[in-house]
């Protein structure tokens, strides 16, 4: 098969590679992703001198052999290091120089165990060989710390090496046991070309500000002494997407507008105009997404909006927030022990007639305290799914007949739907056609 240029052996319970298959020199992808049985790649492997896209993610391998250096056509690399359980080991996961020798590099992803020893005691090197490359486009990386990314010139324009997609995590989390937030929502991130994961860190290091300038998704990860997420200055974040927050137990409030307030002139700087999805989990001390003064350009491109267990907030959305988030189609609320009101503004009832006007699904669920979803007209006129439980205290909902033909369903406790005290009785037939009854065991 000596003319064979794509070889796939992804998924496979193979354990060795076979000395024959390094007799394929006219190879040019090789995919070997998710053989969790291989510990070893031989040093035959740089026979295959015409390969340009090896992929080894998902491996049993603990190292690269340094005839690796001889892939000189390599355009893209992907490689996962096992942690090994012995000390008959190499001392380096890479070999010094094989990096600056794969020169036609566009995409290379390294992942590793952050428990790694090996690592942390040859990752600056490795950094070091990586901004040789002048063609990478595309890296996956783990800095231990952040001082290492001063290696890569962010001030640049292009970034030197000139990346247009990264996937970064920085920080050490060694002592990490297990991270509570839901691994759905981090893997929402994976959507982004340009991802930051920031660990176990404090503040907002001028380091990691630099990279946050390019990023397009945020997830801050057990954040222990932030209290603004626009503590990262929002002239940072414009490019911004995605932000997930988790464990950051002194999060006050996503934006303060009034720290923004620029001069005697007292403009308003726009925050987080760019912002599609916002995801926070377990913020013991979150008050409200935002406080002081905000632009109407702020969070105007929001799309999805998760709350999960944030015991302080006790209402979510101010009246100038509401009225930026026309955009806004999914919502949840999720074990949020003091919320008494979503939406809260009596003084101007009058001139609101329908607020969320693209909310397409909503989720209220162990909200013990929540009596109302808001004091104006109605809310969301294109409402398609409803999801209530354990929301005792709920008595209606303000949602007026006209937009009942979009709802497709209602998700609830059965005890909740029969004590609901509706304002139209009239409307109590075209309901229960779409209500769908859960059993408080389920």
Not at 88 to 97: E, V, Y
Not at 180 to 204: F, H, I, M, T, W
Not at 290 to 312: A, I, Q, V, W
Request: charged letters at 25%.
């Amino acid at each position: 098969m000596l003319a064979l240029q794509i070889l796939n052996l992804s998924g496979t319970p193979i354990k060795s590679l076979p000395d024959s298959l390094f007799g394929l020199v006219n190879l040019k992808r090789f995919s070997l992703n998710h053989c969790v049985l291989l510990k070893l790649l031989p040093s035959g492997i740089g026979n295959l001198n015409c390969l340009e896209v090896f992929h080894l993610e998902g491996t049993a391998i603990v190292a690269l052999p340094r005839e690796v250096e001889q892939l000189t056509n390599l355009t893209s690399l992907k490689v996962s290091f096992r942690e090994p359980v012995s000390l008959d080991h190499p001392r380096k996961m890479i070999p010094d120089g094989v990096i600056p020798q794969l020169s036609k590099l566009k995409n290379l992803y390294i992942d590793v165990s952050p428990k790694d020893e090996r690592w942390k005691a040859s990752v600056e090197s490795v950094v070091l060989e990586i901004c040789t490359l002048t063609t990478l486009d595309t890296l996956q990386f783990y800095f231990p710390n952040m001082k290492l990314l001063s290696r890569f010139n962010w001030d640049s324009i292009p970034i030197s090496p000139p990346l247009s997609h990264f996937r970064f995590t920085i920080g050490d989390h060694t002592s990490r046991i297990i991270c509570r937030v839901p691994r759905e929502a981090e893997l929402e991130l994976v959507r982004y070309d340009k991802c930051l994961k920031y660990v176990n860190g404090e503040g907002a290091p001028k380091e990691i500000k630099k990279v946050l300038r390019h990023a397009s998704a945020l997830f801050l990860d057990r954040n222990m002494t932030i209290e603004k997420l626009s503590e990262f200055e929002i002239s940072n974040m414009m490019q911004l997407k995605c932000c997930l927050a988790g464990e950051c137990d002194k999060l006050q409030s996503i934006l303060d507008g009034d720290q923004m307030v620029i001069g005697a002139s007292e403009e308003v700087v726009v925050g987080f105009e760019s912002l599609e999805c916002l995801y926070i989990y377990y913020a013991k001390s979150l008050r409200s997404i935002c406080e002081g003064r905000l632009d109407n350009s702020s969070f105007k491109k929001l799309k999805y909006l998760t709350l999960h267990m944030c015991p302080e907030l006790t209402i979510v959305f101010t009246l100038e927030l509401l009225g930026n988030l026309s955009r806004l189609e999914e919502f949840t609320v999720d074990d949020c022990s003091n919320i008494r009101r979503l939406v809260q503004c009596k003084d101007i009832e009058n001139e609101i007639k329908h607020v969320l006007p693209a909310l397409k699904k909503i989720s209220l669920h162990f909200l013990p305290e929540l009596d109302s979803i808001s004091d104006v007209l109605s809310i969301a006129p294109r409402i398609k799914w409803m999801s209530f439980y354990y929301c005792p205290n709920l008595k209606n909902l303000p949602i007026s007949k006209a937009f009942h033909t979009e709802l497709g369903q209602i998700k609830s406790e059965k005890s909740w739907w029969q004590a609901l005290e509706w304002q139209n009785t009239e409307q109590d037939s075209n309901w229960k056609d779409i209500f769908v009854g859960v059993d408080e065991g389920d």
